[in-house]
């Protein structure tokens, strides 16, 4: 079958979408984590702005709920000088009948020049782009990818540890329903980890994803001995009882990141997480404030990551 | 109208004819299949460079009526059935409200019958409103002109039920069509494996399909009942479905053209013209049933046409309606289908008229001697095909008012093999291409 070219990119392969990590070659996953680079300075300034989108207006459309995702969103948009408008659908106009694609013509005839998309249902921002002429920024749709947290998880292993060639990543917990854990994967293997492990219960962890070039464990022990960085995911409230998992407390008791377990990996190893944590079930708050931990430079690194995806993708035509 | 179509490669499956020879027809029936020298025709036919074949015998056809009028028409799906030389088809009770009233049957098989574009019998309701707990009016629905009894694609989770209604329908001699699908396990978008996990969209295991065919096979092995497996999807449900049958379980089943054609990988970036039901699985799956199609394990190809409007289509890919339009791409598919794996002419046509028709059988009453056959005497229902013509499938090429295909040519860059010239119902011309 034919149109199988990477829709994020245009016919010179600049990246004129953020939709997925997978297809986008490594070249420009540096582009990124470079121009991040630059951008940290700029948060350290007085005045913390620069030009960029001047006059470009940058729409957050959040069909689904999140608070930090779309603060560093805004905050990314307003450095660089873009009129950021934030709305709320959270389904309401999907209530009210309105489609998707509706809304976004809306919204585009405002001449919106880059949307901010987080959608419950995996592939909507592939849509969008389909059906716009403006930018997309996917901010995470269904379980399928959450391609900017992929690029501040790859900024942050690649300022503690510099090069990517000799680690062992290990991301541990609800593999299946994550999309943070989908766009790791893909960064990691594009940017040549040698061993990306993921670490959990078969019903959380399924075999099929070897096909992404990662080694499946289904014990913690096995995960954890040797890694240079662990990425723990966020379990979902409505997952920690049910067919899933028997009870948040098993979880904790058997993949939750403890000190003693955490001691199996690398004296040096990093602790990540995408936020917001469960302490005590996940991750043991003694862990996440502790001195492996790098969770909240995660958050630093991610307005800057942010920055860098938005200023490439608006220089670059369509 | 008396119809001579002449010079054709005149070619019956089930008889196994296969000669240059002329189709002469009048008073809707076939007079004579040869040199019809003395035949006074009022209208003559060069089907030179074509063949001449039986109309297509269709098991799967929505028609979108009642209910979904805004996605497709009585009127202009049985005109696109038309246009890829169908004659016969089943459609599925499946409409809104379902196929469990008399009422509705009568009413359905009546407007058909004044479009003569095709003939319609369709499946009742194996429960009413098919909500898999109490069972419809067989005797009513069957005199109503019901042809068996299905729960199209709504699985039923009540095991106890679906015994009950075999035991009952077998009473009566009816078949059951089943989707084998486990209600429980095929909630998913997408069938299970390396795309969808990729993607991130639920999945239907290929347990989905084994489960309920170990269910359906030991109920029919304790009723008795006869039983038509609907769109098998998977090489695993392949398996079990020829071993039931060489035990002598009397079972026939289907798959439909996308399931043969199709993998997962075709969903691409999220094409919601792949969003289907069954799901598409792996290459390995595709392989079994192409295999199963040939060696007569699956019985027939359907076209499992579903017309779907825009609307419902540009959607994220798990909100999308499943579904596409296919009727008119079913004859073209099989040839596709024979010429790509080395099948012969008449093993290929078999697939979609005379072994449909055998799974049909008697439920036809007076039409199941002609059924998917040319004979002579026989009612003619037939249709002339160009071999040689390509044709990319577009939107603006399909008669169906649903106008997703995987197939467009948009999107695959490939013709598809086939054009039908001419389709003959009951001796009248239901359908003639436009000359090109």
């Known amino acids: 079958m034919l149109s199988r070219r990477n829709p994020q990119l245009n016919a010179h392969g600049e990246l004129i979408h953020l939709l997925s990590i997978e297809g986008l070659p490594r070249d420009v996953l540096t582009q990124i984590l470079d121009t991040a680079g630059?951008?940290?300075?700029?948060?350290?300034?007085?005045?913390?702005?620069?030009?960029?989108?001047?006059?470009?207006?940058?729409f957050n459309l959040f069909f689904e709920n999140s608070t930090r995702t779309r603060t560093t969103f805004e905050i990314a948009a307003k450095r660089l000088s873009a009129d950021v408008i934030n709305l709320d659908i959270a389904r309401s106009s999907t209530a009210k009948g309105e489609t998707l694609l509706d809304t976004i013509a809306n919204l585009s005839a405002m001449h919106a020049d880059m949307f901010v998309v987080r959608h419950g249902e995996s592939g909507?921002?592939?849509?969008?782009?389909?059906?716009?002429?403006?930018?997309?920024?996917?901010?995470?749709?269904?379980?399928?990818?959450?391609?900017?947290?992929g690029l501040l998880d790859m900024y942050a292993i690649r300022h503690y540890k510099r090069d990517f060639s000799q680690l062992t990543v290990a991301i541990v917990g609800d593999i299946v329903h994550s999309r943070v854990a989908r766009s790791d994967i893909h960064a990691l293997t594009t940017l040549g980890v040698p061993e990306v492990r993921v670490v959990g219960p078969r019903t959380l962890v399924p075999g099929d994803l070897r096909a992404m070039g990662v080694r499946v464990c289904h014990d913690m022990a096995e995960g954890m001995r040797g890694a240079d960085v662990i990425i723990m995911l966020r379990l979902q409230n409505e997952r920690m009882t049910g067919a899933m998992l028997p009870s948040a407390a098993e979880f904790a008791k058997t993949f939750g990141l403890t000190p003693d377990k955490l001691a199996l990996a690398k004296p040096d190893a990093i602790v990540m997480h995408p936020g917001p944590i469960n302490r005590g079930v996940e991750i043991d708050s003694s862990v996440a404030d502790g001195q492996a931990s790098v969770i909240l430079p995660q958050v630093t690194f991610g307005i800057a990551v942010r920055m860098a995806v938005m200023s490439i993708i608006a220089g670059n035509e369509a | 109208m008396k119809i001579l179509i002449e010079h054709g490669r005149?070619?019956?499956?089930?008889?196994?004819?296969?000669?240059?020879?002329?189709?002469?027809?009048?008073?809707?029936?076939?007079?004579?299949?040869?040199?019809?020298?003395?035949?006074d025709a009022e209208r003559r036919i060069d089907a030179a460079g074509c063949i001449?074949?039986?109309?297509?015998?269709?098991?799967?056809?929505?028609?979108?009526?009642?209910?979904?009028?805004?996605e497709g028409m009585l009127h202009s799906e049985l005109k696109a059935a038309a246009a890829g030389?169908?004659?016969?088809?089943?459609?599925?009770?499946?409409?809104?409200?379902?196929?469990?009233?008399?009422?509705?049957?009568?009413?359905l098989k009546f407007r058909a019958?004044?479009?003569?574009?095709?003939?319609?019998?369709?499946l009742g309701a194996l429960t009413r409103g098919l909500k898999g707990d109490a069972l419809t009016e067989m005797a009513h629905l069957s005199e109503a002109g019901c042809i068996g009894f299905s729960q199209a694609d709504h699985a039923v989770r009540d095991t106890n039920l679906l015994m009950r209604a075999l035991q009952y329908a077998a009473t009566f001699g009816h078949t059951v069509w089943l989707r084998p699908q486990d209600a429980w396990l095929s909630t998913g978008v997408a069938a299970s494996g390396a795309v969808a996990t990729r993607l991130g969209l639920s999945t239907v295991p290929v347990a989905a399909e084994t489960v309920a065919l170990h269910t359906i096979v030991e109920l029919v092995r304790a009723t008795g009942a006869r039983v038509h497996l609907c769109r098998l999807s998977s090489a695993a449900g392949v398996d079990l479905v020829r071993r039931a049958k060489a035990e002598g379980v009397p079972i026939t089943a289907d798959v439909n053209v996308h399931s043969l054609h199709l993998t997962d990988v075709d969903i691409g970036y999220f094409n919601a013209d792949m969003r289907l039901s069954p799901p598409l699985r792996q290459q390995a799956d595709r392989d079994a049933l192409r295999r199963a199609l040939a060696d007569g394990t699956i019985d027939a190809l359907v076209s499992d046409h579903n017309p779907v409007a825009d609307d419902a289509k540009n959607l994220p890919f798990a909100e999308a309606e499943p579904g596409a339009s296919a009727v008119e791409l079913l004859l073209s598919l099989a040839l596709k289908w024979g010429q790509d794996d080395g099948v012969d002419l008449a093993r290929t046509l078999a697939r979609v008229t005379s072994e449909p028709a055998r799974v049909l059988g008697a439920s036809l009453g007076a039409h199941a001697a002609s059924a998917g056959r040319l004979i002579e005497g026989g009612v003619a229902d037939l249709c002339v095909l160009d071999p040689s013509h390509t044709w990319p499938v577009t939107r603006e090429s399909l008669l169906s008012q649903g106008k997703h295909t995987p197939f467009d040519f948009t999107a695959t860059g490939t013709a598809l093999p086939g054009r039908v010239r001419l389709t003959v119902l009951a001796g009248g011309v239901s359908h003639e291409a436009p000359a090109s």
């Open chain 1, 38 to 58: 630059t951008f940290l300075s700029v948060n350290d300034r007085d005045v913390k702005k620069v030009p960029l989108l001047r006059g470009k207006s940058v």
């Open chain 1, 124 to 149: 909507a921002p592939h849509l969008i782009a389909r059906h716009c002429a403006a930018h997309v920024v996917n901010a995470g749709d269904g379980r399928h990818a959450h391609p900017t947290q």
């Open chain 2, 10 to 39: 005149v070619i019956d499956p089930a008889s196994g004819r296969d000669e240059r020879s002329d189709v002469a027809i009048a008073d809707g029936r076939i007079v004579a299949i040869g040199r019809a020298v003395d035949f």
């Open chain 2, 52 to 70: 001449v074949m039986p109309g297509l015998v269709d098991l799967a056809v929505r028609l979108r009526e009642p209910g979904h009028e805004h």
């Open chain 2, 85 to 107: 030389g169908v004659t016969s088809l089943v459609c599925p009770p499946d409409t809104d409200p379902p196929l469990d009233e008399p009422g509705l049957v009568e009413m």
């Open chain 2, 113 to 122: 019958r004044k479009l003569s574009s095709c003939r319609l019998f369709p």
